[in-house]
């Protein structure tokens, strides 16, 4: 049977539309979470440290968060042209990010030899697997990082997006194109990394005289995402319906290990 190989490249301006059309009040939650994010790390930079140790883990801590803040505002712009392979290079990052952090904020000592690490062996010594290991939640962090790695080298599993139709033949994507399941997936991942990264910060800096994030919003903030994930979930569930041609080659985060991940957040 002769197989044949259709190269499709979308209006990038219908699928920014169909994606507006799929995450509606989503992306204003999402860009709220963003907003809270700003403000923690303008809070950060003005915050009194007693000690030199204190003052070198809050300048840490800031520019961590302005990595993280960037990844995500990253990964929405991307979702929202249908790359979302390029979008998980994001998420990856965030978890790094967010496992760093944690590490420096538990081990403040640390925080000269992370600063100063340029050479690859100083570089592996904050590798995510070995940080994982001195961190709460290490583990899911690690099998989270794991997956998203998967799609960050060349592999024949990061190759975008070949829809199959028929076994006859194939669709091969060039650019950004719609996929509605693999799209909800990946912003809920990315919400919910920006949350817990907020919760973390109300915790590290409830009580500091010169900022303070407010918990009492993030955990609404959280309890609005979750709802919202729900609805996406099934949104998208249905859209996929549409569609005759199979997603190959793109991978994403299981349903259930998002919905643990939410129900952990939300305990916090």
């Given at each position: 049977m002769k197989q044949t190989i259709e190269v499709i490249r979308e209006d990038p301006e219908?699928?920014?539309?169909?994606?507006?059309?799929?995450?509606?009040?989503?992306?204003?939650?999402f860009e709220h979470i963003l907003e809270l994010l700003h403000c923690a790390v303008e809070g950060i930079?003005?915050?009194?440290?007693?000690?030199?140790?204190?003052?070198?883990?809050?300048?840490?801590?800031?520019l961590l968060t302005a990595r993280f803040y960037s990844a995500a505002q990253a990964g929405l712009l991307l979702l929202g042209s249908?790359?979302?392979?390029?979008?998980q290079f994001m998420s990856r990052d965030m978890v790094e990010t967010l496992v760093v952090l944690r590490y420096l904020q538990a081990h403040p000592k640390e925080v000269d030899n992370w600063t100063k690490a340029t050479t690859r062996k100083q570089r592996m010594e904050f590798r995510v697997s070995r940080l994982?290991?001195?961190?709460?939640?290490g583990r899911t962090y690690k099998q989270q990082f794991d997956m998203l790695s998967v799609y960050l080298?060349?592999?024949?599993?990061?190759?975008?997006?070949?829809?199959?139709?028929?076994?006859?033949?194939?669709?091969?994507?060039?650019?950004?194109?719609?996929?509605?399941?693999?799209?909800?997936?990946?912003?809920?991942?990315?919400?919910?990394?920006?949350?817990e990264l907020l919760h973390l910060l109300a915790r590290w800096y409830g009580k500091n005289d010169s900022w303070t994030l407010d918990t009492n919003?993030?955990?609404?903030?959280a309890q609005a995402s979750l709802q919202y994930w729900v609805k996406l979930r099934d949104s998208a569930s249905k859209e996929d319906l549409k569609f005759e041609?199979?997603?190959?080659?793109?991978?994403?985060?299981?349903?259930?290990?998002?919905?643990a991940w939410w129900e952990r957040i939300n305990r916090q």
């Open positions: 219908d699928v920014v539309g169909q994606f507006h059309g799929l995450v509606s009040e989503g992306e204003g939650v930079s003005h915050c009194q440290a007693n000690t030199v140790e204190h003052r070198k883990l809050n300048r840490a801590t800031m249908g790359l979302v392979l390029q979008a994982c290991k001195a961190i709460p939640n080298h060349t592999t024949s599993l990061a190759t975008g997006g070949i829809l199959r139709p028929a076994p006859a033949n194939e669709r091969l994507y060039l650019g950004g194109f719609y996929q509605p399941f693999p799209v909800a997936n990946e912003l809920s991942s990315q919400m919910a990394l920006s949350i919003e993030v955990k609404l903030m041609d199979t997603v190959s080659l793109l991978k994403h985060l299981p349903i259930a290990q998002i919905e």
